[in-house]
């Protein structure tokens, strides 16, 4: 079992930056794809990005190319969520999970329960 706890949500105004972490425990997450999903009020949760368990590949939504950045600390048991440029549509629960699978993201097999991102216009 691995438990994932998401950090680092909050208020920001659109054209801000803000960094999600994702905290692992039980084991070690080098064993496990990585990946971020959001879920906007009223919306389907949707991927967002994805990284390999060596961390050499990584997989984006179109919708957040260029503005946000997946990476991962193994040693720390970390991932994070770095977000730039946000804007008003990024409002979402952001959520952390992982998969044994490797570089798929369509079905994970850990979640986190979600922090809440929320940009203003």
């Known amino acids: 079992q691995v438990q994932l706890v998401e950090s680092g949500g909050g208020l920001v105004q659109a054209g801000g930056s803000l960094r999600l972490s994702c905290a692992a425990s039980?084991?070690?997450?080098?064993?496990?794809?990585m990946g971020w999903f959001r879920q906007a009020p009223g919306k389907e949760r949707e991927f967002v990005l994805g990284?390999?368990?060596?961390?050499?590949?990584?997989r984006y939504a179109d919708s957040v190319k260029g503005r946000f950045t997946i990476s991962r600390d193994n040693a720390k048991n970390m991932v994070y969520l770095q977000m730039n440029s946000v804007q008003p549509e990024d409002t979402a629960v952001y959520y952390c999970?992982?998969?044994?699978?490797?570089?798929?993201?369509?079905?994970?097999?850990?979640w986190g329960k979600g922090t809440l991102v929320s940009v203003s216009s």
């Open positions: 999970a992982a998969t044994t699978r490797h570089g798929v993201y369509y079905a994970m097999d850990y």
């Open positions: 039980g084991r070690t997450i080098s064993g496990y794809d």
């Open positions: 990284i390999t368990r060596s961390g050499d590949s990584t």
